[in-house]
């Protein structure tokens, strides 16, 4: 089996059906050049200072987390119209509200080995068939040949339950693509890192969102503090954890002061009563005192 892999005009409904189907699919060219390339500048210092190496992020390759805080054009690609689709249609019908689980730059280098396959929902003690809880979103900042490390995706992989079956992960394809490409693939779609067989760094952004009322990977409202955050659109701070997540009486993550910074949620009774709440409590109770005052 291999990864369908589309055009950027390709409707998201054929995209979103090959990644229920397959765990993964590849977008080619979504991104302008300009923009990926102005991304991958604003994360090289941090790639060049990285030194926190180990067996499973790898002895060279170099990694950078918190981009939304030093690569403010990133947010053109985690935000997405694309990714909001993919994102809307995988994970909303489990949340009132989707979050970042984190983002990070990555850079494999030449010499670099094949990382560990891995899933990317692990960390979650959950799974249910059919039920995702994030999905990962990578973003080629240069082409990704089977050459130079292209992320290695197992398809069909996600359909198996970790608690009790393992996929046969020799059956694993390389996510080739052009520089500005995407490949999307399911938090239980087992991946990872190729090897760098090449003279060059391949180097990409990889965004994961999950459900918003699980922990995230990364506490992103501190690696992407307010006095930041501030300065992107609703969306973003959205998608950094800077609202309640859920309406009306089942809100989870309150915040009962006036930084700007958070997004505020509004709605009405139509909404409570359809998550099964009570329109107007507050009303009801105020009408029964009032009912109940001796005359």
């Known amino acids: 089996m291999s990864l369908k892999s589309f055009k950027a005009n390709e409707s998201p409904a054929n995209i979103i059906d090959a990644l229920r189907r397959d765990g993964g699919v590849i977008v080619r060219e979504v991104a302008q050049v300009s923009l990926v390339d ?19 992020i790898g002895r060279k390759t170099r ?20 990714v909001l ?15 970042i689980g ?72 390389p996510a080739e693509m052009p520089k500005g490409s995407v490949l999307f693939y399911m938090g239980s779609t087992w991946h990872g890192g190729g090897a760098n067989r090449s ?22 409202t501190l ?16 998608l950094l954890g ?4 859920g309406t009306c009486q089942d809100q989870l993550g309150h915040y009962r002061g006036d930084d700007p910074v958070w997004v505020h949620r509004v709605t009405g009774d139509a909404e409570a009563a359809a998550r099964g709440q009570v329109p107007g409590i507050s009303d009801s109770r105020e009408a029964a005192l009032a009912n109940s005052q001796p005359t």
């Not at 102005?38 to 499973?56: G, I, M, P, Y």
């Not at 760094?201 to 992103?220: A, C, K, Q």
């Not at 690696?223 to 959205?238: L, Q, S």
Request: charged share 25%; net charge negative; aromatic share 8%.
């Open 63 to 82: 990694r950078c987390g918190g981009v939304l805080a030093y690569s403010p054009s990133s947010a053109k690609l985690i935000a997405h119209r694309l």
């Open 199 to 220: 003279s060059t760094p391949r180097t990409g952004l990889i965004n994961t969102y999950s459900l918003g009322w699980l922990r995230p990977e990364v506490s992103n």
């Open 102 to 173: 984190s983002t990070t730059g990555i850079e494999i280098l030449p010499g670099e080995s094949e990382q560990q396959l891995h899933r990317d929902d692990s960390p979650y003690p959950l799974q249910l068939a059919g039920f995702e809880l994030q999905i990962g979103v990578m973003w080629a900042l240069c082409d990704f040949t089977v050459e130079n490390g292209a992320t290695r995706v197992v398809p069909g992989s996600h359909r198996f339950l970790r608690a009790w079956h393992r996929p046969d992960l020799s059956s694993w394809v």
């Open 223 to 238: 690696e992407v503090p307010p006095a930041i955050a501030r300065k992107y659109d609703e969306r973003v701070r959205r």
């Open 38 to 56: 102005t991304v991958a500048a604003e994360l090289r210092k941090e790639l060049d200072s990285f030194d926190k190496s180990s067996d499973f």
């Open 85 to 99: 689709d993919v994102a809307d249609a995988i994970l909303l019908p489990h949340c009132a509200e989707y979050q």
């Open 242 to 245: 800077y609202t309640t997540h």
